[in-house]
């Protein structure tokens, strides 16, 4: 089991940056892979990132490719989510996700474990 706790949230302007971390207890956090998520008002849980175990591979919804950049430190139990040239309809709450496994799935119904949730906000 693993224990996940977001952090790095807050207000931005459009076209701004922030950097999002997510600290996962225990020592297998290597052998789980991981995914970002986002919930904004009155909408469905979106995955917005996903990264294997390892690290080396990765996955971007098409609506932040090229602007957000997953990666992870398997020695420090962390991963991360660098948003650049922020959006407005970026803002939601961000999750952080976890599965046991080499492979990351884009469903959020595949992942057992979860952090609270940081918020977001993107003003235009």
């Known amino acids: 089991q693993v224990q996940l706790v977001e952090s790095g949230g807050g207000l931005v302007q459009a076209g701004g940056s922030l950097s999002l971390s997510c600290a996962a207890s225990?020592?297998?956090?290597?052998?789980?892979?991981m995914g970002w998520f986002r919930q904004a008002p009155g909408k469905e849980r979106e995955i917005v990132a996903a990264?294997?175990?390892?690290?080396?591979?990765?996955y971007y919804a098409d609506s932040v490719k090229g602007r957000f950049i997953i990666s992870r430190n398997n020695a420090k139990n962390t991963v991360y989510l660098q948003m650049n040239s922020l959006k407005p309809e970026d803002t939601a709450v961000y999750y952080c996700?976890?599965?046991?496994?080499?492979?990351?799935?884009?469903?959020?119904?595949?992942?057992?474990?979860w952090g609270q949730g940081t918020q977001v906000t993107v003003s235009s």
């Open positions: 996700a976890a599965r046991a496994g080499t492979y990351y799935y884009i469903s959020s119904h595949e992942y057992p474990y």
């Open positions: 225990g020592r297998t956090f290597s052998s789980y892979a």
């Open positions: 990264i294997t175990w390892s690290g080396g591979r990765t």
